[in-house]
């Protein structure tokens, strides 16, 4: 098992900046791809960013390319989103997820979930 535990989710204008992070407890954290994910209410959960186990590996959707950057620190057992130039449309809960080895863009393909953050962008 993994447990997942995201933080620093808020409210914030448009244009600012938040960080999301990630800490990850159980098995070995550097054996997991980790990911991203947000969902708006009333929306299908979608893809927004995903590192490989050591790192070097990372895509974006398009609709955060060049405004978000997904990281990891292994030692620290802690994967982080840093959002900036935020859009009222980047409002949602966000999740992070770990998936075994391999990095993917669905969903339905990572084992592990937290139980998410709120964001909140204002115009």
């Known amino acids: 098992q993994v447990q997942l535990l995201e933080s620093g989710g808020g409210l914030v204008q448009a244009g600012g900046s938040l960080r999301l992070s990630c800490a990850a407890s159980?098995?070995?954290?550097?054996?997991?791809?980790m990911a991203w994910f947000r969902q708006a209410p009333g929306k299908e959960r979608e893809f927004v960013a995903v590192?490989?186990?050591?790192?070097?590996?990372?895509a974006y959707a398009d609709s955060v390319k060049g405004r978000f950057t997904i990281s990891r620190d292994n030692a620290a057992n802690t994967v982080y989103l840093q959002m900036n130039s935020l859009k009222p449309e980047d409002t949602a809960v966000y999740y992070c997820?770990?998936?075994?080895?391999?990095?993917?863009?669905?969903?339905?393909?990572?084992?592990?979930w937290g139980p998410g953050t709120q964001v909140t962008v204002s115009s």
């Open positions: 590192v490989s186990r050591g790192g070097g590996n990372t």
């Open positions: 159980g098995r070995t954290f550097s054996n997991y791809a």
């Open positions: 997820a770990a998936r075994h080895i391999t990095t993917s863009q669905a969903a339905a393909n990572y084992d592990y």
